[in-house]
């Protein structure tokens, strides 16, 4: 939810520089203003990003030990290289789907694993995921090397559709981890209704 706000309080100056950059002229104090708002909300969302990228991250870790402690086999995928994937470059493109695949197959079914699908949820959170830093990415670059208003334009549109998708993603990372949770707690308390049956 932190991140939820950090993305509609960035795509909100977004769109305002994007109003100023829209207009006929606008004064150097106006420019310098623009700057400003936007260098702080840029070091406030890098901030966010990294306190709440290091709770998803000790989520998934969690989230996988509690998968191996549900006596799933042939796991691929141990608690610390469910984290540690995130940091190779190219490799952190496609493992951490797999990763989540795996915690939610498990999730659902560890005894049989292997038979379930992945979840839709999953898939569309890495589909946001990707397409996501990829379009920071490419606002970044544009943003940086641009020399005109024009440059500045498109480079802040598309961090307008990236701060979009993030909206979205938000919502989707959510959802997915209530719902991986919500499954694993069901597990649990199958398993001590199993150790402790109740009296009928």
């Not at 946001?128 to 670059?141: C, K, T, V, Y």
């Not at 802040?156 to 991986?180: A, E, M, N, R, Y």
Request: net charge neutral.
């Amino acid at each position: 939810w932190i991140s939820l706000a950090s993305e509609a309080v960035s795509l909100s100056s977004d769109i305002s520089q994007m109003v100023l950059l829209s207009q006929n002229s606008f004064t150097q104090e106006e420019a310098n203003a623009n700057d400003a708002r936007q260098r702080l909300v840029g070091l406030g969302y890098f901030a966010v990003f990294a306190v709440t990228g290091i709770t998803f991250l000790k989520w998934i870790h969690r989230a996988n030990l509690n998968c191996h402690g549900f006596g799933a086999k042939d796991m691929r995928f141990t608690p610390g290289w469910a984290v540690g994937y995130y940091f190779i470059p190219f490799v952190n493109l496609v493992r951490p789907y797999q990763v989540m695949k795996e915690i939610w197959q498990v999730s659902k079914n560890p005894q049989n694993w292997l038979s379930v699908s992945a979840g839709g949820l999953v898939i569309l959170w890495w589909s946001l995921q990707i397409a996501s830093g990829f379009l920071e990415q490419l606002s970044f670059r544009l943003a940086m090397h641009a020399e005109s208003i024009f440059d500045l334009q498109i480079a802040t549109l598309i961090s307008i559709f990236s701060g979009v998708v993030g909206v979205v993603l938000c919502f989707v990372v959510i959802s997915l981890v209530k719902t991986v949770a919500k499954m694993q707690e069901t597990l649990v308390n199958q398993s001590e209704q199993n150790v402790f049956p109740t009296s009928l």
